[in-house]
C-alpha cells in the first residue's frame, strides 16, 4: 500500500523558516515526479513546486518568489521542502503528492498527481 506522510508543519512567525519532509513508502518514488500543494481555508488547492525525477526544480514564481527550496533524497525515499521568510497568507495545509507514470514530465495541476499525503497544518503568525 502506497502511502505518502508529511511531517515538520507547525506554529511560526513571519519571517520564520520550517522544513516540510514526505516519506513515501509502498513503492519506490525515484523514477517520479514528486509535488507539493497547498490549500488555504476557502481556497482552492494550489501548486508550490515540485521536482522530477531527476531532479529538475520546478516552482510556483507566484506562490514561492524565491523563499521556498524542494529537495529529494532517493535513497531514503523522501522529498523536502524548505519554506523561508514565511509570511501570514503562506498559512494553509501543505500536502506532498507523487505522479503515478515514472519519468512522466512534472505536472502543475493536482489531478496529474495519483499518490496523495494527509496533509500538514502551516500556521504563520504576523
Known amino acids: 500500500q502506497v502511502q505518502l506522510v508529511e511531517s515538520g508543519g507547525g506554529l511560526v512567525q513571519a519571517g520564520g523558516s520550517l522544513r516540510l519532509s514526505c516519506a513515501a513508502s509502498?513503492?519506490?518514488?525515484?523514477?517520479?515526479?514528486m509535488g507539493w500543494f497547498r490549500q488555504a481555508p476557502g481556497k482552492e488547492r494550489e501548486f508550490v513546486g515540485g521536482?522530477?525525477?531527476?531532479?529538475?526544480?520546478?516552482y510556483s514564481l507566484e506562490v514561492v518568489k524565491g523563499r521556498f527550496t524542494i529537495s529529494r533524497d532517493n535513497a531514503k525515499n523522501m522529498v523536502y521542502l524548505q519554506m523561508n521568510s514565511l509570511k501570514p497568507e503562506d498559512t494553509a495545509v501543505y500536502y506532498c503528492?507523487?505522479?503515478?507514470?515514472?519519468?512522466?514530465?512534472?505536472?502543475?495541476?493536482?489531478?496529474?498527481?495519483?499518490?496523495w499525503g494527509q496533509g500538514t497544518q502551516v500556521t504563520v503568525s504576523p
Open positions: 521536482i522530477d525525477w531527476i531532479g529538475v526544480r520546478t
Open positions: 503528492a507523487a505522479m503515478g507514470t515514472a519519468r512522466a514530465t512534472l505536472g502543475r495541476r493536482s489531478d496529474e498527481y495519483e499518490y
Open positions: 509502498g513503492r519506490t518514488f525515484s523514477s517520479h515526479a
